[in-house]
């Protein structure tokens, strides 16, 4: 099972909303990622969690909150967002170990701010 | 200088064509090396790790040459189903960092 999971699928938000994207994967795999992916871009790295502590923040607004509760579980928390944040936000997991590290992504919350 | 560099395309190409995409890599660190499927509006969907020795799955072949530091992907007797945007990535293990390509779009034409 290669399976990484993702709520809500679609989500409209206005500037002053807080809401929260979640992700889940039960392959027991120790990194897990958020990307945002505009339309014809691949994607952009946002956070990086390896064994639950967060080893990567690619200098994102605050606005943007990770957390990771769990192993299994990832959390994007948001609030004030602009509408320039409108986007597919892709989660992703990998082994997180050495050799062939390969990552899989869930299908994605696509987003719009309004 | 960014980690992969990747030809955007578009590749335009007839069913049954060959067709191949490469893509060059910067850090000499680089681990692991993936090609990545993407349809419209869809997550990347793995398609094949890239091995030293080069690999086969059926109608596609991935080869890895770290002197150069290049991947390329070949795609044979394309199908119509072929049509996505094949994304090259590359891990660095240290802070499990995986780079990506910008993706090269291909359309397969009836």
């Known amino acids: 099972d290669t399976e990484v999971t993702q709520t809500p699928k679609h989500l409209v938000m206005g500037m002053t909303n807080k809401k929260s994207l979640k992700c889940e994967q039960h392959m027991g795999h120790r990194a897990m990622y958020w990307y945002k992916q505009k339309a014809k871009k691949p994607p952009e790295l946002m956070f990086v969690?390896?064994?639950?502590?967060?080893?990567i923040n690619e200098s994102v607004p605050s606005r943007f909150s990770p957390e990771c509760p769990n192993s299994s579980l990832l959390n994007l928390h948001l609030h004030a967002l602009q509408p320039e944040d409108s986007a597919l936000y892709l989660c992703?997991?990998?082994?997180?170990?050495?050799?062939?590290?390969?990552?899989?992504f869930g299908p994605g919350t696509r987003l719009t701010v309004t | 200088r960014k980690e992969v560099e990747q030809d955007p395309g578009p590749f335009n190409v007839p069913e049954g064509a060959t067709v191949a995409f490469n893509c060059t890599y910067s850090n000499s660190a680089s681990q692991s090396f993936f090609w990545y499927r993407q349809d419209c509006r869809k997550e990347p969907k793995l398609l094949m790790s890239?091995?030293?020795s080069g690999n086969e799955d059926g109608r596609f072949t991935a080869q890895l040459n770290r002197a150069s530091q290049y991947i390329s992907l070949l795609i044979r007797d394309s199908k119509l189903s072929d049509s996505a945007t094949y994304l090259c990535?590359?891990?660095?293990?240290?802070?499990?960092?995986?780079?990506f390509g910008t993706g090269t779009s291909l359309t397969v034409i009836p």
């Open positions: 990535v590359v891990n660095i293990i240290t802070g499990n960092q995986f780079y």
């Open positions: 992703a997991s990998s082994e997180g170990l050495a050799g062939v590290n390969e990552q899989y």
């Open positions: 969690y390896s064994y639950e502590k967060l080893s």
């Open positions: 890239v091995y030293s």
